[in-house]
């Protein structure tokens, strides 16, 4: 569990990193974060998640990440940081 709580922290801040990127108008570095947010992604994967985390991080992999760089993707990103975020943070080690 210590290394999934790891992993979630890691992938709520290239979310956060992809949000801010986005803002600055910085999209060639908001892609590269996309990029480091699905390799997170493929190792949570191979993890066991509750059903509604599970549901999270699909939507992250099929919508979010494939999505173009604009104001509602940074918000989404926002958005899905803080969920895992908080869920991580719930998480004993």
Avoid: H
């Avoid at 910085?26 to 699905?38: G, I, L, M, N």
């Amino acid at each position: 569990m210590k290394n999934s709580k790891l992993i979630l922290f890691s992938l709520a801040s290239d979310l956060n990193r992809i949000t801010n990127s986005i803002q600055r108008g910085s999209y060639a570095t908001a892609d590269r974060f996309s990029q480091e947010a699905s390799q997170w992604l493929k190792q949570l994967s191979k993890t066991k998640q509750k059903p509604y985390v599970r549901q999270i991080l699909n939507n992250l992999e099929n919508d979010l990440l494939k999505a173009n760089n604009s104001l509602l993707k940074a918000e989404e990103s926002l958005m899905y940081s803080t969920l895992l975020q908080n869920y991580a943070m719930s998480l004993e080690v």
